[in-house]
């Protein structure tokens, strides 16, 4: 298995209160994402990056931000976090950007906004 | 933009028998890959297999085959001698081809859950 964790596992926060989530990576890969998973939509793509302190924008940016400082760690936050950020979170690596290459994905992040 | 359709939102299978998994993809692009993605239970999305859009032969692994037509724009997912193992959500998911910066997104379909009954 690839070495993708996610932390942290479950978070329950209030409206309006800032939220980080953690993807860290053993695996020495370029490539990270960010995507959510929400019931009658599949997963979307949140944000990725392509490298230390190289990221860009996918599907449903609004309302959240990333960084990446190290090879390994990619970091999602929601600035104010609203109940429609309510969903499962998942973090996936890849070595390479397109292609054949398969995305590894993390365990994922189950966050409830109240 | 490429969009991923799955139209069967459930499906249900005896045990050791067959189902086929429907996927259709809405692209102007020649150069692509589609993806097959399993999401049991624990939540782990698990890569079951994948295509190359500019291959003629339909992708193969153990009892999972797929049956690509490149003109349709459908990729549909063939489980064979269905296990318990195999209930799960299933996701189809698509990739532009080629190595232009951008083309790294995964878009997937709104998921299959396959029931298994014994």
């Known amino acids: 298995d690839a070495g993708i964790t996610q932390s942290p596992r479950h978070k329950v926060t209030e409206t309006g209160t800032p939220v980080t989530l953690r993807c860290h990576q053993t695996?020495?890969?370029?490539?990270m994402y960010w995507y959510r998973q929400d019931p009658g939509h599949g997963l979307r793509l949140i944000h990725y990056?392509?490298?230390?302190?190289?990221?860009d924008k996918g599907e449903v940016s609004d309302g959240y931000s990333v960084s990446r400082s190290k090879t390994e760690d990619f970091l999602l936050t929601l600035e104010s976090a609203t109940s429609s950020q309510t969903s499962v979170y998942f973090c996936?690596?890849?070595?390479?950007?397109?292609?054949?290459?398969?995305?590894?994905f993390g365990p994922g992040t189950r966050l409830t906004v109240l | 933009a490429q969009t991923v359709t799955q139209s069967q939102p459930e499906m249900s299978v005896q045990e050791a028998e067959t189902v086929t998994l429907s996927c259709t993809y809405d692209?102007?692009?020649?150069?692509?890959?589609l993806f097959w993605y399993k999401q049991p239970p624990s939540r782990q999305m698990i890569l079951v297999i994948r295509?190359?859009?500019?291959?003629?032969q339909n992708a193969t692994e153990n009892r999972f085959s797929v049956n690509f037509q490149k003109a349709a724009k459908s990729f549909s997912l063939k489980i064979s001698d269905s296990q318990l193992g195999d209930a799960a959500m299933y996701f189809c998911?698509?990739?532009?081809?080629?190595?232009?910066?951008?083309?790294?997104?995964?878009?997937f379909g709104t998921g299959t859950r396959l029931t298994i009954i014994p």
């Open positions: 990056s392509y490298g230390v302190k190289d990221t």
């Open positions: 295509q190359e859009a500019y291959k003629q």
């Open positions: 695996e020495n890969h370029r490539y």
């Open positions: 996936a690596i890849s070595d390479s950007g397109g292609g054949y290459n398969e995305q590894f």
């Open positions: 998911a698509y990739r532009s081809g080629g190595s232009n910066f951008g083309n790294e997104k995964l878009t």
């Open positions: 692209t102007s692009e020649s150069d692509y890959y």
